[in-house]
């Protein structure tokens, strides 16, 4: 258990539709960061976010939105999903160590 | 195209031998880290080296910084079949993103 918390850790949606995706960082972790990892590609920074405000952005479509709160636990809120949408998400928070990543979610739109 | 970039992409070797992959960035980089990814599973961190290094040694793990060549090699020696996955090099430029390469996959052959 790194510590980083992902749910669900599968998801299988129609196009079209909604998913939100949840992440509780590492205890004592303000930065909460999302990735996309879409069949054997690299990571694609997303958004992040610190202590609730979001520092940076990065290829994040309009669709997908994002936020953290009070707690720092955060959400992805991905809509009108389209088939390339699928992918790996995966939330990581950073301390002077490095990131912690969190399992993923792994995203199938049908 | 990525700040990050691995090579080989990929490198197939026998247990016993070992494993050098590289790691190529295009701007100045307060530190560069090395992680390892299962096969759909989160990354793990392994190595950071800061800036102001040359060289880090972590077990089987050693890493090298080059600043003036921008670029950066981690070789596994004495691989394991364990150690087959992907390994990313991911660079910290002082924003508030990191930025990941696309990975090297190593095969390592029992």
């Known amino acids: 258990d790194s510590g980083v918390t992902q749910t669900p850790k599968h998801l299988i949606t129609a196009t079209g539709q909604r998913v939100t995706l949840r992440c509780s960082p590492r205890s004592g972790d303000l930065s909460v960061y999302w990735y996309q990892q879409s069949l054997d590609q690299g990571l694609q920074f997303l958004i992040q976010y610190y202590n609730g405000e979001e520092r940076a952005k990065g290829n994040i479509l309009e669709r997908f939105s994002a936020q953290q709160f009070p707690d720092l636990h955060s959400e992805l809120n991905l809509s009108s999903l389209e088939l390339g949408d699928s992918a790996l998400y995966f939330c990581?928070?950073?301390?002077?160590?490095?990131?912690?990543f969190g399992s993923g979610t792994r995203l199938t739109v049908v | 195209s990525q700040q990050g970039e691995e090579d080989p992409q990929a490198l197939s070797i026998q247990e016993g031998e070992n494993a050098t992959m590289n790691c190529s960035y295009k701007?100045?980089?307060?530190?560069l880290q090395w992680y390892r990814q299962n096969s759909g599973r989160g990354l793990v961190h392994l190595i950071l080296?800061?800036?102001?290094?040359r060289e880090k040694h972590s077990g089987r793990l050693r890493v090298t910084l080059d600043t003036s060549k921008k670029s950066s090699s981690l070789l596994i020696t004495a691989s394991r079949a364990a150690d087959t996955a992907s390994y990313f090099c991911?660079?910290?430029?002082?924003?508030?993103?990191?930025?990941f390469g696309a990975g090297t996959r190593l095969f390592v052959k029992a």
């Open positions: 991911a660079t910290d430029t002082g924003g508030f993103k990191t930025i």
């Open positions: 701007t100045s980089i307060n530190n």
């Open positions: 990581a928070s950073s301390g002077h160590y490095g990131y912690t």
């Open positions: 080296i800061r800036s102001n290094e």
